[in-house]
Every structure is written in structure tokens, then in C-alpha cells.
């Protein structure tokens, strides 16, 4: 055991003092003189134990009052101890890449990570959580924080080997967000650490734990193949590097279509890297280079090419560089990138052709004559394409062109620009994007070439981090090239996102891996997006008139180097390597609170208080990843000020300034009604309260009314069901919403029923709420029509409440005869509205009549005859008013209505 302040120890001595000092000193009391001290010998045994300098006699309470001075201090000086396991919320990343397939140790590396994690949920104490996430080509949560053990257990066995890289920068930044906030949380990396530093990370406040796995860097990989045209044939050359610590000898054969063409033996020294080079007239595909060795890794023995006779895309980027557009053309397949500060002068001339490169992109440096048949444009003077005048500080997209090819499945309304020039198209050329104040994207051709001009920084906007911007490339390259982007037969790297052009007239393909297992992918106006395969061999895309086949590979050094790392470099920060995680525990400090709490309530007298507290769930207890308050309340102002829906509230967040930086995003709304909706009893009951000390509010008035809401979804379940609809919209499931309110128009409390669900039928129900949860003993419950029922009005009768509901005396025979048989005079309380009271068998009416209303209807019954239920002696409209204010009739009907009061 270890103590981080042990020095609060020594406080035990004057505390301890104290308490002693306090049960020496004599009690001051008053004189009362009693017929006979053998009647009170309780009082007279109490002096004598408060006498000053009289030893201490003993005493439980003076005992445990010294235990909770000593367990209070031993819990400030904060015990640990050490134990297996993690403390608090951990969330565990499992690099599933390549190297983690290595057979150095058994069965293999993953397997071992996925044992290190089935002891992590084993060794989970109560109140412990943990999430594990997979770090593969894709990214995935497979269990968020939890502490159920079974959940976790589950999300272990889909942990599966890939044959790609790891995408271990992205896996650890979404650690990070989860529990980086924390000081108490951890972040574990179950890795070999075969995988390049990660730049620009920070752990926040949790700390990162890294355990390495693996025993031995023994491996021999393919690290490059190619095949080139010759003069008479083709030249197929492969490349071997040996990682390991000693030479390694191995068989490697050359299959062409299937069949074994050749087979040499070859040895590499340690760290060595050597090539063999295969000559031939033809040769059918598919391609495959084998190695025959023992080793530890043999995902990257193999190594297979189909598209051989495909011309690659030739692109040269001129500029300074620029690492998004690097890395978004690196992900299309079949193009070859260069950069270059300037323009070869053999790739410069006035004419289309004769060059070596299909597209030439001009960032931030002034365009010159090229061969290329297309020429892009990054914010760069001269070009035909356009000019650059005076620069608009953030301009924002408004419209854009989504049916060109360029614009295809763009979303650019959220994108954030800093600056821009104000851009003067030339005549032939297409705006395809513009903000309010200039053009911000145009196209066209002149001239036999194809011209695209982007007129601000690409550096200086959110655009390379946005969705949109990979397949802006995507389309650049298909939209440059022209006929050449039709689909071919082509080789990729694993786990690497490719596109392929296809004819429109497809909807979908199916992707068929080495093992024979199919995958589909919709298409979009002739084009598909592969979000990367996992697994190295070829590939068969076929659809109704496409059949592809791909070759997948991994050839990622970083994957075959297999030599279990002992530090990685995250961020500024190294991070050694643990074999066994510790973690340091509280001991004392929940039972030293514990008991002091109790001890306390003993004191007081009051030990059954410790119990009877109100549980109540704070903000804090529930562990969430973003401000609820922050959420709740940006709900409540855009209900306030412009009421819109959730999704459509993140663009309002962007109309309006806010105290802090950050805005709720779209996840962290739902999840507050979440929230919200487990807490409404809760909420509704505080509020109320809150509400009635506010405003002096009474409940003598209580209003109720019942609505409709529908879900535009067919399928029913729970509450959504189909039934009556107030909304006109009876083919669609919904649910019945009862709002109570107060006399003020206060809302009090809802509930929500099955759709299906008579309004009627529900007061009864919300009479045991009020009772129950308002302790609410009397009323005057408010209900139009629809309460109206025998069993309704006996319930309101039986739980002590006056009521006032509508009537509608059309249905009522004799009721209604007996109402308007009555002589009481007619009043007048607005215009053409006369009201009168009627009381009949101990029930009072208040019945309304409409004169402009009567004379409509009488027009209508001129036009559209009806057949009256009443006789002559009705002259005029009746409807319903419960506060003498406006009249509730309904049009062509005429109802007779009275609001019958029961007070």
C-alpha cells in the first residue's frame, strides 16, 4: 500500500485532541432541585462522567467518533494499491492489420490480443467500463463504454485479420474523444507497433498504455512487382526484401493464368532487398509471384496484377505540394502522380498531344502551355480558364452544378472558406460553383483541351477535409481523361478506397473475393465507389454488363517489417512498451466516506436519514462526452426563436453567436433526448414544483386535451399504431399525445399512448397521475367533447374533482329539448355571439348561439339540402365557449354544443 499524502496523516493527532478535550470538559448545566436523586439516576450517572480532570470511563460513541477522524484522514491521504486491470472507463484499441496475422507467436498475434482482452473484461470490476475499437483499414466501434461483460465477449469474437495497413491514427483519435477528458481513464493499444508515427495526437487528459505483442521479426516479403512492355515482350520484375536478422533462402515461382511458368531459388541477406525479372511474349492473366518460405507473416508472399495491357493516368502536379491533393489522387487506382516545381519544358507546346502526361494541375503557380489534354487551376493567375481580381473574405457556396460530372454527389453547403479572389470566367467557361459574390468552380474546353478552374486556396478552406473532396477528384480524373476512364481490369492495394466508371445503364455490382463470398455496391450515374477490400488476391466485379477483375495487394513495408516495436511515437510523445498492465486502486476512500456519513447521522440522531435521501442521477453520474446542458439548451432557444427540426437546427447553430466555441452536434441532440425521455417523471414533477414557488401557481384549473402525431413509416410497433388521425393522415402509424396544463396555459405533465387509443379512455389514466404524482386532492378538470363518457365523468366524481366539459347537444334528444325549452334570456358577450345558463337535473349548461353563423348555415342548407334532427324552433347556431371568450363552433354542421359544468 502507497499513500500520495502521507503527511495528511499527522492531522490524526489534534484531531484526535479535540475530540478527547471535548467528552473532558464538564457541561455546563442548571441547578434544579428534586425531592430525591435515587429518582433520576441517568442524570446523576451523566454528571459524573462530565466531571472535569475524571478519567475517561469508556465510550462507544467517543470510539467511533476517533474510527471516522482517522478513516476520513487515511481516505484524504489517498491509500492505493496496486491491481490488475483498469480503473474507471478504458477504451481498448486492436490493431487488426496485416502483421497482427504473424505466427511468431501462437496461434498468431490477433489471437493473443484478443486473449490480453477477454483477461481485461474478466479482471472488470463493478462500475468499471470499457470499449474496444477496432484499428483496421475501417475504423470500428465494436462495443462502446460498458460494463456489461457479455456484450464485450461478443464484440471480441468479431475482432477478424485483415490483409491491409491499419488505420491506427483515426483509432486513437476516437479514443481520445471518448475518454480523453478524463484523468482517471486509459487508453490501451493491443499492437506490435508496425505501423508509421502518428502525427498531430493528443491523449487530453487519459493516459496511454501500449503493449506490445510478438516475439520475432523473421519474414520474407514481396515488396514491389510490375510488368512493362518491351521490345519483343514483356518484362515482369518482382521485388523480395528479407526483414528478418538472418539470410533466407526461398522458392519463388511466376504463375501466368493459373499456371506455373517459373520457379528459381533465391536467397536475400538480412535487410536486403532484391529484384527478379521474368521476360516473355505474353503473358495471360492473371498474374501471381509466390514465395516459398517458412516464415512468420505469409500474407505478403503473394502478390498478383490483372490490367497489364491498361494505359495508367499520368498526372503532374506543379506546385509547392500539397499533401491533401497528394493523398486523394494516390487513392484513385491506375494513376501515376508527379510533382514538379515547374513545367519540363518537353511536356510544354500550344498543341494537344505528344506528351506524357494526361493532366497537369497548376497549384498556386501560374499555368504555361502544356501537351496535356486537361489542365486544372488552383488559384493561380494568367490561363485562359478565367481572372483573379479583389479577394471576398468568406465566401460561402450557395449553388452548384450537381448534374455536371464534375459536381456528381458533391455536398458543399457546409463548406468554410477563408478567402477567395473574385473570379471573371472566361466566355466558353461553366460556373459550376459561386458563392453571392463570385464564381467559386468553373469548367470547360477550349481549344481541344479540358479546363477546370478552383478560385481559392485549397489550404485554406475546410474543403480536404470534407467527404466531398476525394470524390471531387474522383470525378476530376474521369471527367480529364475522357474515354479512357472507362472501367478495366486493374490492381489496387488492400483496404484502399478505388472508383470505377461503368455504363449508366447499371444499378448495382457484385464483388466477389478469392474465397468465393459476394458483396454488392449500388451505382450512381456510372459510377461506383469501393470502400477498400481486406483480403489480398483477385477480385471479380461483375454486373448486368460489366465484369472487372481487380488485384489486391498489400506491399506495405510498414506491415511486413514484423519486428515488435518496444516504443512508438505518438504525437511529441514516445510510449514505451508494458508486458503487464497495473493499475493503482482507491482503498479507503468510499468506506472512510461511508462511515463518516453514517457516523454523522448517528450523531445527530437521525440514522435512518442516511437512507431515506432521494436518489437522485446528476449530470455528471451519467459519464456523457458532451455538455447536456449545452445541448438541452440550444434545443430550447431554437424552439423559442425558429422552431426547426434536429437535423435542420446545425445549420440555424451557424446563423447565430454563441457564449462558448463549440455547438452540439447532431448525435449529441438525439442522445439529450435520450436523456431527457428516461428522466421525464423526474423532470416534470421538479418542474412543477419549481413553477408553483416561481409564480405562486395553484392547481384549482387543470386543462386537458389529446392530439395525434404521425411517423412517416408503415410499420407499427410500441406506440406507434394506427388509428384515428387528427392529422388527416390515417395510412400512417402514430402515436395519441395528452397534454395537462395549468389555468396560466402552463404545461404540467404528458403522456404518451398507443395510436390506436380512444381519447375517452385515457382520462382515467391521467386522473391516477395527478392523484399519484401531484398529490393533487382537488380541481376543476377542463375536457372538450371527446372526454364526455359515463365512466369518465363517475371517475372525476370518485377522485373528489369539479369538471367542465363539452357537449354536443345535437346527439343529446331530449337534453337538447329541455336546453332550449328554457326561458332564461340570451346575453350578449361579443359580437353575434349570445350565451345563456341552463341548469337541468343538478347540472349547469352554458349554451352559446352564433346569429352569423346560423345565417351561413341557413345559405347552405339552401344550396346542399340536409336532413335536419331538430325541428323548427332552432334559429341559429349553438356552439360550445368555456371562458365566454370566442365561439368553438364548427361551419356547415350547425352543432348545437354547451359546455356542462359539474362545480
Not at 505466427?103 to 474478466?122: G, H, I, M, W, Y
Not at 539470410?247 to 504463375?255: D, H, M, R, S, V
Not at 487513392?331 to 494526361?358: C, F, H, M, T
Request: net charge neutral; aromatic share 6%.
Amino acid at each position: 500500500m502507497q499513500f500520495q499524502s502521507l503527511g495528511v496523516l499527522l492531522w490524526f493527532l489534534p484531531v484526535a485532541g479535540f475530540i478527547i478535550l471535548l467528552y473532558l470538559l464538564k457541561v455546563r448545566r442548571r441547578e434544579v432541585r428534586v425531592p430525591a436523586k435515587f429518582l433520576f439516576p441517568a442524570i446523576t450517572t451523566d454528571v459524573r462522567a462530565n466531571a472535569l480532570f475524571q478519567r475517561l470511563r469508556p465510550n462507544l460513541l467517543l470510539f467511533l467518533q476517533l474510527l471516522a477522524a482517522l478513516l476520513l484522514l487515511t481516505a484524504l491521504a489517498r491509500p492505493m494499491i496496486q491491481a490488475k486491470g483498469l480503473p474507471g472507463q478504458s477504451v481498448i484499441v486492436v490493431d487488426t492489420s496485416a502483421s497482427m496475422q504473424a505466427t511468431d507467436v501462437a496461434p498468431s498475434r490477433l489471437e493473443a490480443a484478443k486473449n490480453r482482452l477477454r483477461r481485461f473484461v474478466q479482471e472488470l470490476n463493478p462500475g468499471e467500463q470499457l470499449a474496444i475499437i477496432e484499428a483496421g483499414a475501417q475504423v470500428r466501434v465494436l462495443a462502446s463504454l460498458t460494463s456489461d461483460k457479455q456484450k464485450l465477449l461478443n464484440a471480441i469474437s468479431q475482432l477478424q485479420p485483415t490483409d491491409t495497413a491499419g488505420n491506427l491514427d483515426e483509432a486513437l483519435r476516437l479514443a481520445a474523444a471518448l475518454v480523453g477528458k478524463s484523468d482517471e481513464s486509459r487508453i490501451v493499444l493491443l499492437s506490435d507497433g508496425a505501423f508509421p508515427p502518428v502525427s498531430d495526437f493528443s491523449a487530453g487528459s487519459a493516459k496511454l498504455v501500449f503493449e506490445s505483442l510478438g516475439a520475432s521479426s523473421d519474414n520474407l516479403a514481396i515488396t514491389a512487382m510490375d510488368v512493362q512492355e518491351r521490345t519483343g515482350g514483356l518484362e515482369w520484375f518482382v521485388g523480395v526484401r528479407n526483414f528478418g536478422s538472418q539470410p533466407t533462402k526461398a522458392i519463388l515461382e511466376f504463375y501466368a493464368g493459373d499456371k506455373l511458368i517459373d520457379a528459381r531459388p533465391i536467397t536475400v541477406e538480412a535487410g536486403q532487398t532484391i529484384g527478379q525479372t521474368l521476360t516473355a511474349r505474353q503473358l495471360p492473366e492473371p498474374l501471381e509471384a509466390r514465395l516459398k518460405v517458412d516464415d512468420a507473416l505469409p500474407s505478403d508472399n503473394r502478390a498478383f496484377r490483372v490490367g497489364v495491357a491498361q494505359k495508367p493516368v499520368r498526372v503532374l502536379l506543379v506546385g509547392e505540394g500539397n499533401f491533401f491533393l497528394e493523398r486523394a489522387l494516390a487513392l484513385e487506382p491506375n494513376v501515376k502522380v508527379d510533382k514538379a516545381p515547374s513545367v519540363p519544358d518537353s511536356e510544354r507546346g500550344e498543341r494537344v498531344g505528344g506528351g506524357n502526361y494526361d493532366l497537369v494541375i497548376f497549384d498556386r503557380t501560374a499555368p504555361v502551355p502544356v501537351k496535356a489534354r486537361a489542365v486544372m487551376v488552383i488559384k493561380a493567375q494568367g490561363g485562359p480558364i478565367a481572372a483573379l481580381g479583389q479577394p471576398v473574405r468568406t465566401p460561402r457556396i450557395v449553388l452548384w452544378e450537381r448534374e455536371h460530372p464534375l459536381m456528381r454527389y458533391l455536398e458543399l453547403g457546409s463548406l468554410l472558406i477563408d478567402s477567395a479572389p473574385r473570379l471573371t470566367p472566361a466566355p466558353w467557361a461553366k460556373t459550376l460553383a459561386e458563392s453571392q459574390q463570385t464564381p467559386l468552380i468553373v469548367a470547360g474546353e477550349h481549344q481541344g483541351r479540358r479546363w477546370v478552374g478552383v478560385g481559392w486556396d485549397l489550404l485554406e478552406s475546410d474543403f480536404p477535409l470534407q467527404p466531398a473532396f476525394p470524390i471531387f477528384v474522383a470525378n476530376l480524373m474521369r471527367w480529364a481523361v475522357g474515354e479512357q476512364g472507362s472501367a478495366t481490369d486493374l490492381t489496387v492495394r488492400t483496404g484502399v478506397p478505388f472508383s470505377l466508371a461503368v455504363d449508366p445503364a447499371e444499378t448495382e455490382l457484385a464483388v466477389r473475393d478469392p474465397d468465393g463470398n459476394t458483396r454488392t455496391y449500388p451505382v450512381n450515374d456510372g459510377a461506383v465507389v469501393i470502400p477498400g477490400v481486406e483480403r489480398a488476391g483477385v477480385y471479380t466485379i461483375q454486373g448486368r454488363k460489366t465484369e472487372i477483375r481487380v488485384a489486391a495487394n498489400l506491399m506495405h513495408a510498414d506491415e511486413s517489417n514484423i519486428q515488435p516495436r518496444t516504443s512508438i511515437q505518438l504525437g511529441n510523445q514516445t510510449v514505451a512498451a508494458q508486458n503487464t498492465l497495473t493499475t493503482l486502486r482507491d482503498l479507503w476512500k468510499p468506506i472512510a466516506l461511508a462511515l463518516l456519513a453514517l457516523l454523522m447521522d448517528v450523531a445527530r440522531g437521525e440514522p435512518e436519514a442516511l437512507f431515506d435521501r432521494p436518489q437522485t442521477t446528476t449530470i455528471e453520474a451519467l459519464k456523457l462526452e458532451f455538455d447536456l446542458e449545452r445541448a438541452v439548451y440550444a434545443m430550447v432557444a431554437n424552439r423559442v426563436l425558429d422552431p426547426r427540426s434536429k437535423r435542420a437546427m446545425l445549420s440555424w447553430m451557424e446563423t447565430v453567436a454563441w457564449a462558448e466555441e463549440r455547438t452540439p452536434e447532431l448525435h449529441h441532440l438525439y442522445r439529450s433526448l435520450d436523456v431527457l425521455a428516461d428522466a421525464k417523471e423526474d423532470l416534470e414533477l421538479r418542474l412543477h414544483h419549481r413553477v408553483r414557488d416561481l409564480f405562486r401557481q395553484r392547481l384549482d384549473l387543470v386543462l386537458y386535451d389529446t392530439t395525434s402525431l404521425y411517423f412517416e413509416s408503415a410499420s407499427e410497433d410500441g406506440v406507434r399504431r394506427r388509428g384515428h388521425s387528427k392529422d388527416k393522415r390515417p395510412d400512417l402509424p402514430q402515436a395519441v399525445l395528452g397534454l395537462l396544463l395549468s389555468g396560466d396555459g402552463l404545461p404540467i405533465a404528458h403522456e404518451l399512448f398507443a395510436g390506436n387509443t380512444y381519447d375517452g379512455t385515457t382520462v382515467a389514466h391521467v386522473l391516477e397521475r395527478l392523484k399519484d404524482r401531484f398529490g393533487l386532492r382537488w380541481c376543476i378538470f377542463v375536457g372538450d367533447r371527446g372526454m364526455v363518457s359515463e365512466k369518465n365523468l363517475e371517475a372525476l366524481d370518485r377522485a373528489g374533482y369539479d369538471w367542465i366539459v363539452g357537449v354536443r347537444l345535437r346527439n343529446r334528444g331530449r337534453l337538447a329539448d329541455a336546453i332550449l325549452d328554457d326561458a332564461g334570456a340570451w346575453q350578449a358577450v361579443g359580437e353575434h355571439l349570445e350565451v345563456k345558463e341552463v341548469r337541468h337535473e343538478g347540472i349547469r349548461y352554458v349554451v352559446c348561439r352564433n346569429a352569423e353563423q346560423a345565417r351561413r348555415d341557413a345559405l347552405q342548407r339552401l344550396i346542399e339540402p340536409r336532413k335536419m334532427r331538430h325541428d323548427g324552433r332552432i334559429h341559429g347556431a349553438m356552439s360550445m365557449v368555456t371562458r365566454a371568450t370566442a365561439p368553438m363552433g364548427s361551419g356547415s354542421l350547425a352543432p348545437l354544443m354547451a359546455a356542462t359544468t359539474h362545480l
